[in-house]
């Protein structure tokens, strides 16, 4: 099965300031998607960015980026201009693209507070 | 936002207690999915399903069994609930250009 792995626990960042959460993975396919999901205090889980692997550049949300770097299996959201609605939970998610029953596999998740 | 609920948002039960979840969408998408949410371990999967009467086990479905007669409906039951079953629930369903997920908004299960 594929890993996700998220090393940062806890993530804290000023008001206005740019935070970057990190995010690996581990997989012997070519070709997959990638994710990062929010969870705000309300527990709702919404989808911020995704990725597909084979596609070079990287995906951009208003001020959401990702840095995906595919041979080190690494994909880092980038959050710029943070806001005090941007505090929550942060998860990295992967999804192969041939497998069945497209299963997601999840990270532990990053917790973002944001410093006024 | 996709048409998922589900039912209940809250519930406190005793240990070997039968549980059932049920998760309802409005969108008729083909894949949906039970997920369970515990600190330091992310979501994990419990069970999916990829059709009506078709479910498949996930990573932790020990204790869990789930049922799907109806397209937008997906249960998950909890034969004899145990403590260790205190949990979060998610449902999913999937979906998009991207196959990307979409939630529901999560039941606290908690089993005295």
């Known amino acids: 099965a594929q890993t996700v792995t998220q090393s940062q626990p806890e993530m804290s960042v000023q008001e206005a300031e740019t935070v970057t959460l990190s995010c690996t993975y581990d997989t012997s396919e070519s070709d997959y998607y990638l994710f990062w999901y929010k969870q705000p205090p309300s527990r709702q889980m919404i989808l911020v960015i995704r990725q597909e692997a084979y596609k070079q550049q990287n995906a951009t949300e208003n001020r959401f980026s990702v840095n995906f770097q595919k041979a080190a299996k690494s994909f880092s959201l980038k959050i710029s201009d943070s806001q005090l609605g941007d505090a929550a939970m942060y998860f990295c998610?992967?999804?192969?693209?041939?497998?069945?029953?497209?299963?997601?596999?999840f990270g532990t998740g990053t917790s973002l507070t944001v410093i006024p | 936002d996709a048409g998922i609920t589900q039912s209940p948002r809250h519930k406190v039960t005793e240990t070997g207690t039968p549980v059932t979840l049920r998760c309802h969408q409005t969108?008729?998408?083909?894949?949906m999915y039970w997920y369970r949410q515990d600190p330091g371990h992310g979501l994990r999967l419990i069970h999916y399903s990829y059709g009506v009467k078709d479910t498949d086990k996930g990573e932790v479905s020990d204790g869990y069994s789930v049922s799907r007669s109806k397209t937008e409906d997906f249960l998950l039951t909890l034969e004899s609930a145990t403590s260790s079953q205190t949990s979060v629930y998610f449902c999913a369903i999937g979906g998009g250009p991207y196959n990307e997920q979409f939630f529901g908004p999560g039941t606290r299960l908690t089993v005295l």
């Open positions: 969108e008729n998408h083909r894949y």
């Open positions: 998610a992967y999804r192969t693209r041939a497998g069945a029953g497209n299963q997601f596999y």
